[in-house]
Antibody, heavy 120, light 110 residues
């Protein structure tokens, strides 16, 4: 059974960098598929942040204006998100998820999410 | 932000059939497949429907999906109290070059 678990600080100061890690169990990231971050801001729906594959091919939501960077660590079977210059609007529950491919695909496994609050 | 439009809320009584709509455009639903997820806050979202109509193993056949043109729907028949959750549609958007979610529909079982 594939499981994903987010971890990272729950409180980040405004203008600093948010760093989160997603640990994967039950599946080796090096085998393939695509690994994503998705967030849900208070009172809002889900927003895709970005996706990365084992070969480090990554792509991001343009709305983040190049603030997001993802990376993969196959030795620890985990992937990470860094979001720079955060503001209060980045306060959200951050989920990591596995996506089977690009356009004709879907997210089949998700983590339960971690709340990140951006404080001034 | 959401390009896919869902009603913010829906409701029904146990045993009823409820439908949740998802409206998009030619750059997303009109040219790509639709997926549906069920989310209970504090838990991991669960894949309900993929490729417009397909149910993953373990998802009851009470849940069904459909798509026509630039719109899609999720139907839940034989409504149960455990179905009370948030439901999201998702489709690849060719302009975004990434997946796009609907704003979510909160389903209440009365």
């Amino acid at each position: 059974q594939v499981q994903l678990q987010e971890s990272g600080p729950g409180l980040v100061k405004s203008s600093e960098t948010l760093s989160l890690t997603c640990g994967v169990s039950g599946y080796s990231i090096s085998r393939g598929y695509f690994w994503s971050w998705i967030r849900q801001s208070p009172g809002r729906g889900l927003e895709w942040i970005g996706t990365i594959s084992f070969g480090d091919n990554d792509y991001y939501n343009p709305s983040l204006k190049s603030r997001a960077i993802m990376s993969v660590d196959t030795s620890k079977n985990q992937f990470s998100l860094q979001l720079s210059s955060v503001t209060a609007t980045d306060t959200a529950v951050y989920h990591c998820a596995r996506r089977l491919g690009g356009d004709a695909s879907w997210f089949d496994y998700w983590g339960q999410g971690t709340l990140v609050i951006v404080s001034s | 932000q959401s390009v896919l439009t869902q009603p913010p809320s829906a409701s029904g009584t146990p045993g009823q059939r409820v439908t949740i709509s998802c409206s998009g455009s030619s750059s997303n639903i009109g040219s790509n497949t639709v997926n549906w997820y069920q989310h209970l806050p504090g838990t991991a979202p669960k894949l309900l429907i993929h490729n417009n109509i397909q149910r993953p193993s373990g998802v009851p056949d009470r849940f069904s999906g459909s798509k026509s043109g630039t719109s899609a729907s999720l139907a839940i028949s034989g409504l149960q109290s455990e179905d009370e959750a948030d439901y999201y549609c998702e489709a690849w958007d060719d302009s975004l070059i990434g997946p796009m979610f609907g704003g979510g529909t909160k389903l209440t079982v009365l």
